[in-house]
């Protein structure tokens, strides 16, 4: 499958906040965005233009399909499932992209960041209900057991991205350090989802 493989703080430097892609890194001194904190090109640093109401919501979409790192189709087809479900459009989207296996990974924090999530996932390190799961799109059911192999324990990376967990402020995840695994509790709602999005600006775009 086609994945974007340019530099990922390129992508925070263009939607003008930081999205977080790189882990620890973005907390760091190293981070790109700290240093350039305006948009990447000749002329990013002179670029004051009034943005339209297409271009804030264009920006809201492409902002929020970075931080989950999924191409165009790719999201275009989980609005489609957000607008069929019962409910809220945009907070059905933000579900379905919450609840993503390569999502719940790095909400649990067995990963730095959701690239990375996605690798883990990629190298068949996980499973879920004691079934190996390789597909970073794969929709984590409620109650749904995700957990380290055995083989891949001694994992650094996931040593490593524990030590930075968050997991516990999430009351719809259950987190087992010591038995590296995990548990989709409940799908959460949307003032559960910690993504800094205005997810009404992408309904309104699609909806044009």
């Known amino acids: 499958m086609a994945r974007y493989t340019g530099p990922n703080c390129k992508l925070c430097r263009r939607e003008g906040e930081k999205l977080f892609l790189k882990g620890g890194r973005c907390l760091s001194e190293k981070c790109a965005f700290e240093k350039r904190a305006y948009a990447p090109g000749q002329h990013g640093q002179n670029m004051r233009r009034k943005v339209s109401e297409y271009g804030l919501q264009l920006r809201e979409k492409q902002k929020v399909r970075r931080i989950y790192g999924i191409l165009e189709n790719q999201f275009h087809n989980y609005f489609v499932k957000a607008d069929r479900k019962k409910g809220i459009t945009g907070e059905n989207l933000l579900q379905l992209l919450e609840c993503r296996l390569d999502n719940i990974v790095y909400r649990l924090g067995f990963a730095p960041s ?19 799961v390789d597909i970073p799109s794969y929709q984590v059911r409620a109650n749904d057991i995700i957990k380290v192999k055995d083989k891949s324990k001694s994992l650094d990376i996931i040593h490593l991205a524990l030590k930075d967990s968050h997991a516990d402020d999430l009351a719809w995840l259950r987190l087992n350090k010591a038995g590296l695994e995990g548990e989709l509790l409940g799908i959460p709602k949307r003032d559960e989802i910690p993504t800094p999005a205005q997810e009404q600006l992408i309904v309104e775009l699609y909806s044009k």
């Open 114 to 132: 959701r690239k990375s999530a996605r690798q883990l996932v990629r190298h068949r390190h996980l499973t879920v209900n004691g079934k190996i």
